[in-house]
C-alpha cells in the first residue's frame, strides 16, 4: 500500500472532519461559542435522512436535500431562540450551552426517531481501482469527496468575494463595530448557524453508511474537526481546513507505519504540542489586548 | 438552662462545616438501612457511591473553575489515571492499598504541577483544549496499556489483617460494606478541608486572581504559585477519587473515561454553582444519582435509558442561562425572595 | 562568577526581608495583643460587675419600701408588654386603613370604625387585666422581701449601703488584680516579643551584611538622604515607540510628588515601569526599602514589589467583585498571612490568630476612610467615589512606604476631589508615608502636590514646585494651553 492509496482513504475523512470544522469555526467567528452541538445537529440530520429513506421510502436525493434543508433551519433555530437569549452569558456558559444542546439532542433523537438501529445506504456501491489494481477507490468516497470540495470551495468563494462574506468576515472581527456599520449582525450570525447545521449534515450523510446509525455516531467527528480548528487556528477559516486535510493523514499514515495502536495518541500528541508552542494555531493570528 | 443548650446547638449549626458532618451522617445511613432490609436494592447504594465519588472531582473542580477561573476538560483521564494506577500498583504489583493510593497521590501531584506550568502560557479555552487533548491521550494509553477488557479488581478477604467474608454472608460486614464505610467520612474530611481552603486566605487570592490578574500581582499574590496550587489539588481529588473508584467498584474499563464525563462533571459544577461546595455535590446528584437513585424504578425511564439527558441537557440550559450562578445562587435568591416577601407582610399588616 | 554572586545576594535579601517581616509582625501582632487583652479585662470585670450585682439584690430589696419597688418593677414589665402590645395596636390601625380605603358605602365605614374601636377598647382591657395581675404577683412576690415601713428600711438602708461598700471594694479589689493579671500577660508577651525581636533582629542584622557583602555594584548607588524613589534615564520602548524616552527624577521621603502630563504622555507607562508591571527597555528604578537598603526595582518581580513597601491603585477600580468590602482588604493584606497551605487547609490556631489580627486592622482601616459600614457589602454596584475610597482603603492594609495613585479623582466630582485632596494628606501625614500620584486633575495636583514633574510624549518639560510648573513656558504650552 503506497502513500497514494493512503491518501486516496484519507479523502473520505478529510471531506467528512473538514465539513464539520467549517461549521464549527463559521459560528466561532460569528458569535464567539465554542458549539460543542456541531456534530449532533449534524446526527440529527442524519436521522432525519435516514429515516426518511428506510421508513417512508423517499428518494435519495430528496431525504439528502430534506435534511439538509431542515438542519440548515434548524440551526437558525438554535441561533434565534438559545444563543441570542444568551448574550450576557461567559464564553465557558456559552460552551455550556451547547453541550446542554447535545445532552437534550441525545435524549430526544430516540425518543422521536425510535431506538431501532438503521442502516443508511452508500451514495453508490460502486468501487474504482485502476488498471494494475493497486489502488481502489470507493464511488461514496469519490462522490462524498466532490460534494464537500464544492460546498467548501462555494462558501470560501463567497467569504471573500460577495457582500455577504464581507459581514461575515466583519461580524467575525468585530460584532459591535459591524452593528454600527450597518449590519445586522442578527441575520449573519443566524445564517452561519444554518450553514453550519446543513454542512454538518453533509458530513453526516457522507460518513452515515460507513457506521451505525446511532445518536452518538459523530462523536469522533465532532472531537476531530474540533482537534482541526484547533490545529489550524480559529481565527482563521482555511486553517481548519488544513487542519481537517492533516489529521486523518496523519492517522492513517502512523497506521501505515505499523503503529495502529498509536494513531490517536499520536495526533493527540501533535495537537497538544503545536498547541503549548503555537496557542493560535498553524494560521492563526494573535489578538493582542491593550493592557 | 434548655434556652442555652438550645443557643449552643444553633451556634454549632452555624458553623460552614457543620452541613458536611450532617451531610456525612445521612450517607452513612444510607449503607445501614440497606443492611438493615429498609432499602432493597444494592444498585441505589451504588449509586449513591458513585455520587460521592464523583462529588470528589467535583469539589477539586470547583476550586479550580469558581475560585481560580481555570478551565479544564481534563477531569475524566484523571480519574482514569487514578483507577488504572490502582489496578496497577495494587492488583498486579500487590503494593499494599495505602501505600498504593499514596503514590497514586504523588503522581497526581506532579501531573497537576505539569498542567499548572502549562497554564501559565495558554489562557481559557486553549487551556481547555489542552486538558482536553491530555485526557485523550492518557485514555488512549489506558485502551493499549490495559485493552479493551474491563480490569477487575482481587476481592480483597482481609483488610489491616482482619477477615471479612465475601460477597455471601448473612450478618458481618461485607468488604463492599466496610469501603463504604470508609468512602463516606474521606468525602467529609474531604469536604472539609476544601471548604476550609476556599475561606482561608488563598481561597481569597484565587479570587482576587480570577477577577483580576494585575491587581493580585500588585497585592502581592504570585500567580503562578496560585494557579499551580489549583491545578494540583483539582488533579490529587481527581485521582485520589479514581482510586476509591477502583477500590469500591472494583473493575474498570478505557470507555468509562471519555470526554462524556469531563462534560457531566463541568455540568454538575455549573449546575451547582462553580463556588459552592454543597452546590456541587447537588449537582452531582443531579447528574450522576437520580438516574442510578430513583429512575431506573420507574418503567418509562428503563425504556427510555437516554431520557435522562433530557432532563439535565434542559438543566444545564436553563441554569446557564437564567441562574449562571448555579442552585446554589437560585438557594441564596429564595432566601432573599423569602426575606422579602417577610417584609412585605410586615408592610401589610403593620403599615410600617 | 557573577550569577552565584546575584543569587547569594537574592537569597540573603530574601532572608533579611523575612527576618524584618517576622519582626514587624511580632511588634505588630504585640500591639494587638495588647488591645485584646484590655477587651478581656473590660469583659471579665463586667462579669465580676454584674455577679456581684445579683448577690446585693436581696439585700437592695429589702433596703426599699415595698410599694415604691412594685411600682417600678410593674412599669419594667409593663414597658416590655407595650413593646409587644404596639405591634396589635399597629395591626388594629392598619386594619382599619385598610378597611376605609376599600369601603364604599358609608355604612361600611361606620361599621369598620366600630370595629377599630372595639379592638382597641378589648386592647387596653387586656392592658388592664395584665397590669392588675402582674402588679399582684409582684406585690406577693416581694411581700416578705421589701420593707414594710419606714424604720424597717431605714436600718435595712444601713445594711445595704454597708454591703455595697463592702461590694464595691471588693470590685475595685477584683479590677485591680484583673488589671494586674492584665499587666502582667502583657509583660509576659512583650518579653516574648522581645525576645522575638531581638532574635529576628540580630539575624536580621548579621543577613543585612551578608546580603550586602554580595551585593552588586549597580546597586551601591547612594540615594540621596531623603530620597526615597529614583529613576535614572527610564526609557520604555514598544516596538518603535518609544512611551517613556530617558526620564530622571527624584521623589523625596513624606512628600506628595504629582506626575502630570497630557493624555498620551507616558505617565501611566512610567508607573508600570515603577511597579514593574513592565519591565524598562532602558534605564533603572532604584528604591530605598525598610530595611535602609537600596533596591534595582527593575529586577523585582511584580508580585514582590508589595513586599518593598510599594502599592498601587488602578485606575479603572480593579476591586475583587465576588468578595465583600472587607474580603477586599483581607486579601491586599495577603502578604501579611505567614500562615502556610497546611494551616489553611486545616485552620490552625495560628491562621485563626492571624485572620482575626488583620481583620481587626482592615475594620480600623475602613473606620478611618468612614466605611465601616459597608464592611459586608459586595462592591457591585457601589458609588464610584465609594469604590475609590475601598481601593485606597487597600494600600493602606500592608503598612505602606511609597503609594501610588494612578488618577484618583478620575471620575469625581469637585466635592468628592476636595474630599480625596484632604484625604490623601491625611494620610501622608498620619501614616508616614510618600505618595506619588499621576492625575489629570490640576486643581487637585497643584492643591496637595509638593513637587510636580510635567511630561509630554515620554520626555520631562519641567520638574518643581506647584507654582514653578504653573510659571514654566513648557509646559504651559504643551499643556495648561499657554498664558
Not at chain 2, 425511564?301 to 444545564?316: C, E, V, W
Not at chain 3, 461598700?165 to 500577660?185: F, G, I, P, Y
Not at chain 3, 522575638?196 to 546580603?211: G, M, R
Not at chain 3, 504650552?477 to 499657554?482: M, N, Q, V
Amino acid at each position: 500500500m503506497g502513500i497514494l492509496q493512503i491518501l486516496l482513504n484519507s479523502m473520505q475523512f478529510i471531506a467528512i472532519i473538514s465539513l464539520a470544522t467549517l461549521g464549527i469555526v463559521l459560528i466561532f467567528q460569528t458569535s464567539i461559542t465554542t458549539n460543542f452541538a456541531q456534530s449532533m445537529i449534524a446526527t440529527v440530520g442524519g436521522f432525519i435522512s435516514v429515516t426518511l429513506l428506510t421508513k417512508y421510502g423517499v428518494p435519495a436525493l430528496a431525504s439528502y436535500f430534506i435534511a439538509v434543508a431542515a438542519m440548515f433551519l434548524f440551526g437558525v433555530f438554535i441561533d434565534a431562540v438559545i444563543i441570542r437569549f444568551a448574550r450576557h452569558v461567559t464564553p465557558v456558559g456559552k460552551q455550556m450551552l451547547t453541550m446542554g444542546i447535545v445532552l437534550l439532542l441525545t435524549g430526544l433523537i430516540p425518543l422521536v426517531f425510535g431506538n431501532v438501529v438503521m442502516q443508511a445506504p452508500k451514495f453508490s456501491n460502486t468501487i474504482i481501482t485502476n488498471a494494475s489494481n493497486t489502488l481502489s477507490f470507493s464511488m461514496h468516497n469519490l462522490i462524498g469527496f466532490i460534494l464537500a470540495a464544492v460546498v467548501i470551495a462555494a462558501i470560501f468563494i463567497c467569504l471573500k468575494f460577495t457582500k455577504w462574506g464581507l459581514s461575515v468576515r466583519a461580524t467575525a472581527s468585530n460584532e459591535t463595530v459591524a452593528k454600527m456599520m450597518g449590519i445586522n449582525t442578527r441575520i449573519i450570525t443566524g445564517v452561519s448557524w444554518g450553514i453550519a447545521g446543513a454542512v454538518g449534515t453533509l458530513a453526516a450523510l457522507i460518513y452515515a453508511p460507513l457506521t451505525q446509525i446511532t445518536p452518538t455516531m459523530m462523536v469522533s467527528v465532532q472531537v476531530q474537526g474540533f482537534m482541526a480548528c484547533v490545529l489550524g487556528g480559529f481565527t482563521s477559516f482555511i486553517g481548519p481546513i488544513v487542519g481537517a486535510i492533516i489529521i486523518p493523514v496523519l492517522r492513517n499514515i502512523v497506521g501505515y507505519l505499523g503503529a495502529d495502536t498509536w494513531k490517536d495518541v499520536v495526533v493527540y500528541l501533535v495537537i497538544f504540542l503545536v498547541v503549548l508552542i503555537k496557542p493560535m494555531g498553524l494560521f492563526g493570528k494573535k489578538i493582542v489586548k491593550k493592557v | 438552662m434548655g434556652q442555652s443548650i438550645a443557643l449552643r446547638i444553633k451556634r454549632v449549626l452555624k458553623h460552614p462545616l457543620s452541613s458536611f458532618v450532617i451531610l456525612g451522617i445521612v450517607l452513612l445511613l444510607v449503607n445501614v438501612f440497606y443492611r438493615a432490609g429498609i432499602i432493597q436494592d444494592i444498585a441505589f447504594v451504588r449509586s449513591v457511591a458513585r455520587v460521592i465519588i464523583y462529588s470528589i472531582v467535583a469539589m477539586g473542580f470547583s476550586l479550580l473553575l469558581g475560585y481560580a477561573g481555570l478551565a479544564s476538560l481534563g477531569t475524566s483521564g484523571l480519574i482514569g489515571l487514578g483507577a488504572f494506577l490502582i489496578q496497577l500498583t495494587y492488583s498486579q504489583k500487590g503494593i499494599p492499598m495505602v501505600i498504593s493510593i499514596l503514590i497514586c497521590l504523588v503522581i497526581a501531584l506532579v501531573v497537576g504541577a505539569l498542567i499548572g506550568f502549562i497554564s501559565l502560557r495558554i489562557e481559557g479555552m486553549y487551556l481547555a483544549i489542552i486538558t482536553l487533548c491530555l485526557s485523550t491521550i492518557l485514555v488512549e494509553l489506558f485502551r493499549i496499556g490495559w485493552g479493551t477488557d474491563t480490569f477487575n479488581l482481587p476481592r480483597f478477604q482481609t483488610f489491616f489483617g482482619k477477615e471479612f467474608p465475601g460477597y455471601s454472608s448473612d450478618g458481618g460486614l461485607l468488604v463492599r460494606d466496610v469501603m463504604y464505610y470508609i468512602l463516606v467520612p474521606l468525602f467529609v474530611i474531604v469536604a472539609m478541608l476544601t471548604s476550609n481552603l476556599m475561606r482561608s486566605p488563598a481561597g481569597r487570592a484565587m479570587l482576587a486572581m480570577k477577577d483580576s490578574d494585575s491587581a493580585a500581582k500588585a497585592m502581592g499574590i504570585s500567580v503562578l504559585k496560585y494557579r499551580l496550587i489549583a491545578f494540583i489539588i483539582a488533579t490529587v481529588y481527581a485521582v485520589f477519587a479514581g482510586c476509591l473508584y477502583m477500590f469500591y467498584f472494583r473493575s474498570t474499563t478505557y470507555t468509562d473515561w471519555g470526554l462524556a464525563l469531563s462534560l457531566n462533571i463541568l455540568a454538575a459544577v455549573i449546575v451547582g454553582g462553580s463556588k459552592s461546595l454543597l452546590g456541587c455535590i447537588l449537582g452531582c446528584f443531579i447528574i450522576f444519582g437520580i438516574d442510578g437513585m430513583f429512575l431506573q424504578n420507574i418503567p418509562f425511564f428503563q425504556n427510555n435509558t437516554n431520557f435522562i439527558y433530557i432532563i439535565s441537557g434542559a438543566l444545564i440550559i436553563i441554569v446557564v442561562m437564567f441562574y449562571p450562578g448555579g442552585l446554589a445562587h437560585l438557594w441564596l435568591d429564595l432566601k432573599i425572595l423569602i426575606r422579602k416577601l417577610k417584609l412585605k407582610w410586615r408592610h401589610y399588616k403593620y403599615g410600617d | 562568577m557573577g550569577i552565584s554572586k546575584k543569587l547569594l545576594h537574592n537569597f540573603y535579601s530574601n532572608r533579611a526581608e523575612n527576618f524584618k517581616d517576622d519582626l514587624d509582625g511580632a511588634i505588630e501582632y504585640n500591639e494587638f495583643y495588647q488591645e485584646k487583652q484590655e477587651v478581656l479585662l473590660k469583659k471579665h470585670y463586667d462579669k465580676f460587675v454584674a455577679q456581684e450585682q445579683e448577690k446585693l439584690e436581696p439585700i437592695r430589696l429589702s433596703s426599699v419600701l415595698l410599694k415604691s419597688e412594685v411600682k417600678i418593677q410593674v412599669a419594667e414589665k409593663l414597658k416590655s408588654y407595650d413593646e409587644k402590645d404596639i405591634w396589635r395596636r399597629k395591626a388594629n390601625t392598619q386594619t382599619q386603613v385598610r378597611g376605609l380605603a376599600k369601603a364604599t358605602t358609608d355604612s361600611d365605614k361606620q361599621k369598620i370604625t366600630e370595629a377599630y374601636e372595639t379592638q382597641l377598647r378589648s386592647l387596653d382591657k387586656r392592658r388592664e387585666e395584665y397590669e392588675h395581675k402582674v402588679t399582684a404577683s409582684i406585690s406577693s412576690k416581694l411581700q416578705s422581701v421589701c420593707a414594710k415601713d419606714e424604720k424597717e428600711q431605714k436600718e435595712k438602708l444601713a445594711k445595704y449601703k454597708v454591703a455595697l461598700a463592702e461590694s464595691d471594694k471588693r470590685c475595685k479589689a477584683e479590677h485591680q488584680k484583673l488589671e494586674v493579671q492584665k499587666q502582667a500577660n502583657i509583660k509576659v508577651f512583650q518579653l516574648k516579643t522581645d525576645a522575638k525581636v531581638s532574635k529576628a533582629s540580630k539575624k536580621y542584622e548579621t543577613t543585612l551584611v551578608d546580603a550586602k557583602k554580595y551585593s552588586a555594584s549597580k546597586v551601591d548607588q547612594k540615594l540621596e538622604k531623603n530620597v526615597v524613589l529614583s529613576l535614572h534615564n527610564l526609557t520604555m520602548q514598544f516596538g518603535g515607540l518609544k512611551a517613556v524616552d530617558n526620564l530622571s527624577f527624584d521623589v523625596k521621603k513624606g512628600e506628595i510628588f504629582g506626575l502630570i502630563g497630557p493624555n498620551g504622555a507616558g505617565k501611566t507607562t512610567v508607573f508600570n515601569c515603577i511597579t514593574q508591571f513592565y519591565k524598562p527597555t532602558k534605564g533603572e528604578v532604584y528604591y530605598e526599602d525598610k530595611t535602609g537598603q537600596v533596591l534595582l526595582l527593575n529586577e523585582a518581580k511584580v508580585h514582590n514589589v508589595i513586599k518593598k513597601g510599594i502599592v498601587r491603585t488602578f485606575q479603572n477600580v480593579e476591586l475583587v467583585w465576588e468578595l465583600t468590602v472587607l474580603e477586599n482588604l483581607l486579601v491586599a493584606a495577603h502578604s501579611l498571612f505567614k500562615s502556610n497551605l497546611f494551616d489553611q487547609f486545616i485552620h490552625t490556631p495560628k491562621l485563626k490568630k492571624e485572620e482575626e489580627m488583620i481583620r481587626a486592622k482592615a475594620l480600623k482601616v475602613l473606620d478611618y476612610l468612614g466605611l465601616t459600614y459597608l464592611q459586608n457589602a459586595y462592591p457591585v454596584g457601589l458609588p464610584y467615589g465609594i469604590l475609590k475610597k475601598i481601593e485606597l482603603a487597600r494600600t493602606l492594609m500592608c503598612n505602606p512606604r511609597l503609594i501610588i495613585l494612578d488618577e484618583p479623582a478620575a471620575g469625581l466630582n469637585d466635592a468628592e476631589t476636595q474630599e480625596l485632596a484632604v484625604l490623601i494628606k491625611k494620610i501622608r501625614d498620619e501614616y508616614k508615608v510618600t505618595i506619588f500620584l499621576v492625575e489629570h486633575d490640576m486643581g487637585l495636583v497643584m492643591d496637595i502636590c509638593d513637587t510636580i514633574c510635567a511630561i509630554s510624549f515620554g520626555k520631562m518639560l519641567a520638574i518643581g514646585t506647584p507654582k514653578q510648573i504653573q510659571k514654566d513656558p513648557a509646559v504651559q504650552e504643551a499643556y495648561l494651553g499657554g498664558e
